[in-house]
């Protein structure tokens, strides 16, 4: 079974909501970047740190419980 993330950001009217599954960071970081990118998107750079930061922060937890 794979393990499903999930990050969320509220910005304004808009709800921005990533499910992937675990080991698939790489790629969502990616997708932030390709968001942050599109001048037509509400989504910019500081939105795709914030939600690159949680994401860092799960892992650290994750790799917490590792060791625990």
């Known amino acids: 079974m794979t393990l499903l ?3 969320s950001l509220v ?3 808009h709800r921005y909501v990533f499910r992937y599954p ?3 960071e ?3 970081v990616a997708a932030f970047a390709d ?11 500081f939105d795709a740190a914030v939600l690159s930061y949680q ?4 892992l650290e ?4 419980e ?3």
């Not at 968001?35 to 750079?45: E, K, T």
């Not at 994401?55 to 799960?58: F, I, N």
């Not at 937890?61 to 917490?64: A, K, T």
């Open 5 to 7: 993330r999930q990050l």
């Open 11 to 13: 910005k304004g009217e």
């Open 22 to 24: 675990a080991g698939r």
């Open 26 to 28: 790489a790629d969502v």
């Open 35 to 45: 968001l942050a990118a599109d001048v037509d998107q509400g989504f910019d750079w």
């Open 55 to 58: 994401m860092g922060r799960r």
């Open 61 to 64: 937890m994750d790799l917490e």
């Open 66 to 68: 590792v060791k625990a």
